[in-house]
């Protein structure tokens, strides 16, 4: 009887290590950010590179944004009022 009795100790034991395991692998995967960081939406100025007598654009956007907006039209964006 006894040996009945730690084998559902030793079961126990185990299946509660074995879950415990699980839910910490899983809280620390979904503690990391998805992406990438793009942070907080600022002001842009972008002009056109080479053509000095083209209007700039203002654009307002995180830096993520920033890039796919670049890309889009090519035009090249700094920080406004740098």
Request: aromatic content about 6%; hydrophobic content about 35%.
């Amino acid at each position: 009887m006894k040996r009945v009795a730690k084998l559902g100790m030793f079961s126990l034991a185990s299946g509660t290590l074995a879950l415990a395991s699980v839910v910490l692998v899983r809280d620390t995967a979904n503690a990391r950010p998805p992406g990438p960081e793009c942070g907080p939406t600022r002001q842009w100025s972008c002009a056109l590179p080479g053509c000095p007598d083209c209007y700039e654009v203002l654009f307002e956007g995180t830096v993520c944004e920033k890039v796919a907006f670049e890309k889009k039209t090519g035009r090249v964006c700094s920080p406004e009022g740098s």
